[in-house]
């Protein structure tokens, strides 16, 4: 989906890597040399700087994610580095529009030029394990709103 990088209300900051690249499955995409930004809610990437500036981001709702793995590349030049495997449920009705309407894969890769920071994997581990945006998305619904669609009020700042 595409979002401003702003943090929702009962939403915050939790880790961020850099020099990070998005697969769509195993395919790769234009999505390269960006930071990623966890929240308890969401992964945001955006280009270097737009997130902190609070401009247009890709977020990945972490409710999407039922699974998560590693797999280890290696090339010639590169050597050895870890990439971050998020397996996807189904797509809700409430999405908003992002780059693609529609994918085959169930699955999306997270990379960097030097793998992804161990630091910034276990935060996200252990962020999904939480489900912090179940208790909140329960706590906004009983008060007649829903956080996924109320905009965003606070610039995050990283």
């Known amino acids: 989906e595409y979002c401003a990088a702003r943090l929702g209300e009962n939403e915050s900051?939790?880790?961020k890597d850099r020099n990070i690249k998005l697969y769509d499955g195993?395919?790769?995409t234009s999505y390269e040399d960006g930071e990623v930004v966890l929240t308890s809610h969401r992964l945001l990437w955006g280009r270097n700087g737009e997130i902190a500036r609070g401009g247009n981001a890709l977020s990945l709702r972490l409710k999407y994610v039922q699974s998560?793995?590693?797999e280890e590349?290696?090339?010639m030049l590169?050597?050895?580095k870890k990439r971050i495997i998020l397996r996807l449920g189904p797509v809700l009705s409430d999405k908003s529009p992002g780059p693609m309407d529609y994918s085959v894969?169930?699955?999306v890769k997270i990379s960097g030029k030097n793998g992804v920071d161990p630091g910034f994997a276990q935060a996200l581990y252990e962020t999904v394990s939480a489900k912090i945006w179940a208790v909140t998305e329960?706590?906004?619904s009983s008060k007649g709103t829903t956080s996924a669609t109320e905009p965003a009020k606070r610039v995050l700042r990283t």
Do not use: I, M, P, Y
């Open 13 to 15: 900051f939790v880790a």
């Open 26 to 28: 195993n395919e790769k």
């Open 68 to 70: 998560f793995d590693e």
């Open 73 to 75: 590349a290696s090339s």
């Open 78 to 80: 590169f050597g050895r």
């Open 105 to 107: 894969a169930s699955f």
């Open 138 to 140: 329960g706590e906004s």
